[in-house]
Structures are given as structure tokens and as C-alpha cells.
């Protein structure tokens, strides 16, 4: 079923309205379950963009690319639910930072909005590094039992 979202009074060259994804669409296409989509929902890391006649939830290709991005958060680098929320809040802050700063030549009210985003950008700065030093850990163990296990086997050749 394609749905579209509405128009509302269309420009003669405007683009065709975006095509919305149901739940399984875009759990198909990303690899997720459909449980994983409402639980990021329920949480609050996700809104749907709309929802159905049917109240079946509906993503636009923001959604979708959010979901992309918590998906690799999670699964690639290895954050919780709690910190991938604190990156997803700090990202809307940034941008919403981001249109602050142009529509203002105060320099005061510059000066708040650089500092806010210089203490996001810290802590993400710190979350980030501690998730390094872990790895870095980790890797270091895997290491040291990659050589554990070398040094056997170079045992057993002498013992030829």
C-alpha cells in the first residue's frame, strides 16, 4: 500500500510529495524487527513521521535515516539506548543551535548559544572517547590471546 502525504497547496514545480513507509517496509529494508521500531518509539527516540486511516504507523525518509543512525549507534559502536538518546538530543540541539546563531549578530546572545554547543560537544567528546579506551581495551585482550594461542602452536612445532 503507497501512501503520500498531503499537499497542501502545491507549487507548479514542486516536488511530488514523499512516499511514507509502513513499520515493516522500513524493517525490512533496515535489517531491524518491527518490536525494536515501537520500542525505539515508546522510548522516545523515534516518532513516526505520520499515521495511517488505519493508525499504522508511517516513516518518512527522515525516519528512516534516524533509524539508520541509532541502528549503527547500537550495533556498530555499541551504545545504550540512554546514550544513543543523549546523541539524538544533542544532534536536534545543534541544529536547532545552528538556526539561532544565523538569525542573530549579538554577541552576547552568540557567546550562550557557542557555549551551550561547546558543552554538548564536550560531553559527546568524553562519551566518545570512553567508548575508544574500551575498545582499545578490547582489543588489546584479543591481542594478547592471539599471541597466548600463537605461542602454542609455535610450541607444538618445536615439539616436531
Known amino acids: 500500500m503507497t ?3 498531503p499537499a497542501t ?3 507548479p514545480d514542486a516536488a511530488p510529495p514523499e512516499r511514507l513507509l509502513r513499520i515493516n517496509e522500513v524493517a525490512a529494508e533496515l535489517g531491524l524487527t518491527t ?3 515501537r520500542y525505539y ?9 505520520a499515521r495511517s486511516d488505519g493508525d499504522y504507523r508511517l516513516y518518512d ?8 543512525f541509532i541502528k549503527r549507534l547500537r550495533d556498530d559502536a555499541g551504545f545504550s539506548l540512554a546514550q544513543i538518546g543523549q546523541m539524538l538530543e544533542d544532534e536536534a540541539a545543534r541544529v536547532h543551535n545552528r538556526e539561532r546563531l544565523a538569525h542573530t549578530t549579538d554577541p552576547a546572545e552568540r557567546r550562550v548559544y557557542l557555549t ?10 568524553a562519551l566518545l572517547q570512553d567508548k575508544a579506551g574500551s575498545l582499545a581495551a578490547m582489543i588489546a585482550d584479543a ?6 594461542i600463537r605461542a602454542g602452536i609455535a610450541d607444538l612445532e618445536d615439539d616436531r
Open 143 to 148: 591481542e594478547a590471546r592471539l599471541m597466548r
Open 9 to 11: 497547496d502545491p507549487e
Open 41 to 49: 518509539e515508546e522510548v522516545g527516540l523515534l516518532a513516526p513521521a
Open 35 to 37: 518490536r525494536s521500531i
Open 116 to 125: 551551550e554547543a561547546e558543552a554538548r560537544v564536550e560531553r559527546q567528546v
Open 61 to 68: 525518509p527522515s525516519d528512516i535515516d534516524r533509524l539508520r
Open 3 to 5: 501512501v503520500l502525504r
